[in-house]
């Protein structure tokens, strides 16, 4: 029972980052994509109408962690108190740029907060990144299941005091940030035309270029970051479906996105970034949790 949990938070989880992922993307590229106020308002009407009820995934996913996995919940919402109440405020930042920016007939007004706009978007993408990566990496949990950790500690994910950030958790949060680029270029080519099409469709290409350099880099570091990864995928070959759908998205990316089919491409994104979670939950399991002392992890 246990495991369908596991594989509904997970779910929860992917469904999330697929839906909210796009907007988060799109809020990243709008100050570049956009070249006037009203090609931002484009961007901001292709995503208005999903915004709120995309973040209801994550909302239903902290709840099912908190009845199904109560000292998951415990752990890692009190070690990770930081991280989450900065998240809290950027989604928080996001959501108040976009109803102030025309609450002023003044382009200087809007400008600033098309900036906050994109700098939450950003650092959003980041932290999310960086969270997955603290996952996988493991925290100094002890024996009780309590853990606080830094910001930053020695900025090595090695160490038995590791901080939230070190080179792995920003190379997995830059690697985020990326592929989230792609996934809401990739969206809103589906959704605008002309010129602001063009323009979303040659930013997707672009990142994609830095994905697939970063999701090389972000993969030879988790096997070795987490023991736990080679084990899975050794003894069961057959959970490299998920990776193979991961490339066959990434791939689809860039097929797509040079023959203009938007729409293609764009679930090309949806399946590679549902190929990379499925593979990160595949390689943990029965991790909920792993600790920097393996002996302390939570597990299934």
Known sequence: MQTLWFILVGFMLTMYVVLD????????????????????????????PVWDGNEVWLIAAGGTIFFTFPLLYASSFSGFYLPLIIVLWLLMFR?????????????????????????????????????????????????????????????????????????????????ALAALIVHGATYIAVKVEGPLNARSRLIARGALVATIVLTILTTIATFAVQPQMSTNY????????????????????????????????????????VGMLASVAFGLYPLLLPAVNRANSLTI
């Open 21 to 48: 992922g796009f907007d988060l993307g799109a809020g990243v590229i709008h100050l570049f994509a956009a070249k006037n106020d009203e090609e931002r308002r484009m961007i901001l009407r292709a995503i208005g």
């Open 95 to 175: 959501g108040v740029s976009v109803e102030l920016r025309s609450r002023i007939a003044n382009p200087v007004w809007a400008s600033f907060w098309d900036g906050m706009f994109f700098l939450g978007s950003a650092l959003l993408a980041i932290f999310f990144g960086a969270a997955m990566a603290n996952v996988i990496r493991g925290v100094p949990l002890d024996k009780s299941g309590i853990f606080f950790e830094a910001l930053w500690t020695d900025f090595n994910p090695f160490s038995a005091n590791p901080g939230i950030l070190d080179w792995y958790t920003v190379l997995v949060g830059l690697m």
């Open 234 to 273: 050794l003894g069961n070959p057959w959970g490299f479906i998920f990776p193979a759908i991961a490339l066959i998205g990434l791939i689809g990316v860039g097929y797509f996105n040079f023959r203009q089919r938007d729409l293609a491409s764009f679930i090309s994104s949806c399946a590679f970034i």
